[in-house]
Structures are given as C-alpha cells and as structure tokens.
C-alpha cells in the first residue's frame, strides 16, 4: 500500500522560512509526477507546486518566487522550500503522487500544518 507522510510543518513569523518533506513508502516505481497542494479554512484546496519525473516544475502565481519544489526521484522524496512566508499562506499542506502505470494512481498525505503569525 502507497503512503505520503509530509512533515515540516509548523509556526513561522512573517518573512520566514520553512522546508516541508513528503517521504513515500510502498512504491515499487517512480512516480510520474508529484506536488504540493494547501487548503486554508473556508478554502477550496489549491494546486501551488508541482514536478515531473523529467524535473519540469510549474508554480501557482501565489506562490511563484517564494516557493521551490524538488524531489529526489529513486526514493519518490518530494520538498517544498517556503521562503518570505505572509499569513495568507497558513494552511494545510498536501502532498501528492499522480499519473499513469497501466491505470491511473492519483496518491495523498494527510497533511501537515503551516501558520504564519506574528
């Protein structure tokens, strides 16, 4: 069974930094694609980062800039660097595989929390 575990999360003052990472467990194969989603209270969850097997990364324009996806292939790792944090980024942060190996697998964390407040 595929698991994501996100972890990183945490209180920062505005300006600050934080470093989330999505370790994967139960693969037998690299996932085609993986990426970040949030969803702050009352919100719809949103797309923010994303990065393909090729490196390829796309950014939601709220957080193009600040915000840096990698991922160490092999192991399925995926990080989220989180520079010049506002409080308009708090929220629940999601991890996320997807894409095709035969039939679509589309693969979720459980989220890790991120509040920025001074």
């Known amino acids: 069974q595929v698991q994501l575990e996100e972890s990183g999360g945490g209180l920062v003052h505005p300006g600050g930094s934080l470093k989330l990472t999505c370790v994967t467990s139960?693969?037998?194969?690299?996932?085609?694609?993986m990426a970040w989603y949030r969803q702050a209270p009352g919100k719809q969850r949103e797309l923010i980062a994303a990065?393909?097997?090729?490196?390829?990364?796309d950014y939601s324009d709220s957080v193009l800039g600040r915000f840096t996806i990698s991922r160490r292939v092999p192991r399925n790792t995926v990080y989220l660097q989180m520079n010049s944090l506002q409080p308009e980024d708090s929220a629940v942060y999601y991890c996320?595989?997807?894409?095709?190996?035969?039939?679509?697998?589309?693969?979720w964390g459980r989220g890790t929390q991120v509040t920025v407040s001074s």
């Open positions: 996320n595989a997807n894409g095709r190996r035969g039939n679509s697998y589309d693969f």
């Open positions: 139960g693969s037998t194969f690299s996932f085609n694609n």
């Open positions: 990065i393909q097997g090729s490196g390829s990364t």
